[in-house]
């Protein structure tokens, strides 16, 4: 566990900094003189503790009529005036918007509590105090954040039937799914947030054991960490979403390390209401921030003409639209589907046959990237992690590949893993990885996700299935897919023993294989 507590120490030096680049500014928002409407205000959240808050309310409103009311809570680590450009905006166009630092965080009393019910009870001490001092319209509430705002707004709406729509902009649905997906502890991801939270906040007693727990890869207290997680995850009430026919828009990046696209697209296919899923490059909310200063961004716009059309009732026709909504990490433009499924509905298998034995232990050289930089680095300029894979040392890694293909393939979904897998050990890890190889043999990482096993047998084999992260991604002709798999990465926390080995086979009876949705 040293390197992992060591990549933990680096991770958290620079947890600040990341989050600002994530969720925004703390200088570049209007300042209350210098904006109309602004008032900051003290609201008494659960328990009696302090929230500091700011309420922005459109120019000359009149007192006697009602408007729409919006609900912000802040980001992970971040201060109320996050929202300030776009709560302006909002007001602008007829809303009452009233945005609060979450418990835990900043000049707000109380302690993190990560989306617990102390937060969720605030959301609609909030609420009532909105509809008590402001002119808000109870029939029409809405919420929204982005991160830990956008995770706490589809929690609250799940348990107060007065939020109507909801917009989640890079949060979780899945708390579990997100930072311990493959029962792996994404390292990088917790320790970015244990960072920020003890530097800008002040954490509780079980949120320090959790993440104490966690990091220690406690196996006693994994039960107890799951059923924290899901008590914190909005895909554990999705049927309070679905009776409430609340309207709920969600937007992700499809490189967010910190909460990885799958969760967001299973929870969507359980969604009955009015829903909408929007998914672009970028990593955890980069594709919100230029929103935050105030900037023209195209998540924003959405979320207010998803407001307008659930709180306002205006026919601005986004309901007609296809509500999926997806951008190519290799292309600028959008392409529009008729539900989740649909986006990967071709699919072709890459056979990985044979018999091959992996020695545990050792970063092979095929990775993940770094948290934040590697996306961002996608993002703008189409620089994801890159390997060589003819150089990938064969005692570390397994490689299969694809042959050439004639014309250019787009990858768009979900790929799958299964093989059969046989450990030398009762515990380990494994990280599979999707690369764009081109004709000198450069891998450009598509997309990768780790599994963890414990408990098994060592010398017998087992079946391994294994989601990667979702994407959407383009593969240029004459390239060909390779499938890589090896046993450490350093966004993760690995489970393999000194010594111990893997190997992965392909019985004649269960064909080992990777499924990739192309088309």
């Not at 566990?1 to 933990?8: E, N, P, S, V, Y």
């Not at 200088?27 to 210098?34: I, M, S």
């Not at 994994?222 to 924290?228: C, D, L, Q, S």
């Amino acid at each position: 566990m040293g390197h992992h507590r060591k990549a933990l120490r680096t991770t958290a030096v620079g947890a600040v900094s990341a989050t600002l680049i994530a969720g925004g500014t703390l200088g570049l928002a209007p300042t209350a003189q210098a904006a109309t409407g602004i008032r900051f205000v003290d609201i008494t959240g659960d328990g009696g503790t302090v929230l500091k808050a700011n309420v922005v309310t459109p120019a000359g409103a009149d007192t006697t009529r009602r408007y729409p009311l919006l609900v912000l809570p802040t980001s992970w680590g971040l201060p109320q005036v996050e929202y300030l450009a776009q709560a302006q905006k909002l007001a602008d166009s007829g809303y009452i918007v009233v945005s609060y630092n979450v418990r835990g965080f900043w000049q707000s009393g109380g302690e993190i509590e990560v989306a617990g019910p102390p937060d969720i009870a605030d959301a609609s001490r909030v609420i009532d105090w909105a509809l008590a001092n402001t002119p808000a319209d109870a029939r029409h509430i809405g919420m929204a954040g982005v991160s830990y705002g956008a995770g706490i707004s589809l929690l609250a709406a799940a348990h107060d039937k007065r939020v109507k729509a909801v917009a989640s902009l890079s949060g979780w649905a899945d708390l579990i799914d997100s930072i311990y997906s493959g029962r792996t502890q994404h390292v990088q991801a917790a320790g970015l947030l244990d960072g920020a939270g003890l530097v800008t906040g002040r954490q509780s007693a079980e949120l320090r054991q959790i993440f104490d727990d966690f990091y220690a890869s406690n196996l006693a207290e994994e039960p107890e960490i799951v059923a924290w997680g899901k008590k914190r995850s909005a895909a554990t009430y999705v049927d309070r979403l679905n009776s409430n026919d609340t309207a709920v828009m969600l937007a992700n990046a499809w490189g967010d390390t910190i909460f990885p696209p799958n969760q967001y697209t299973d929870f969507y296919e359980k969604l009955t209401g009015p829903k909408r899923l929007q998914m672009r490059p970028g990593d955890h909310a980069t594709a919100e921030v230029t929103g935050l200063f105030g900037l023209p961004n195209d998540v924003w716009t959405d979320t207010e003409r998803w407001f307008d059309r659930y709180l306002k009732g205006e026919n601005n026709g986004i309901d007609r639209e296809q509500p999926v909504r997806l951008k190519s990490r290799s292309s600028g433009g959008y392409e529009d589907y008729p539900d989740w499924k649909s986006v990967g509905a071709t699919r072709k298998k890459i056979a990985l046959a044979g018999t091959t034995t992996i020695r545990a232990n050792v970063d092979s050289g095929a990775n993940g990237g770094v948290v934040f930089l590697s996306s961002i680095l996608d993002q703008v300029a189409q620089l994801p992690p890159i390997a060589s894979i003819p150089l990938l040392p064969r005692r570390w890694a397994a490689v299969w590949q694809s042959e050439k293909y004639a014309t250019a393939q787009r990858v768009r979904g979900t790929a799958k893993l299964h093989t059969t897998l046989t450990p030398t050990k009762e515990s380990g890890t494994l990280v599979a990885y999707l690369y764009d190889v081109g004709p000198l043999g450069l891998g450009k990482l598509v997309s990768n996700a780790p599994y963890t096993f414990h408990g098994r047998t060592p010398g017998k084999p087992f079946d391994v299935d294994l989601e990667l992260f979702s994407t959407a991604y383009d593969v240029p002709a004459g390239h060909r897919l390779a499938l890589v798999v090896d046993t450490v990465d350093p966004l993760y926390v690995e489970h393999n023993p000194a010594g111990a080995q893997l190997t992965f086979s392909s019985p004649a009876i269960d064909p080992s294989y990777v499924s990739i949705p192309l088309c």
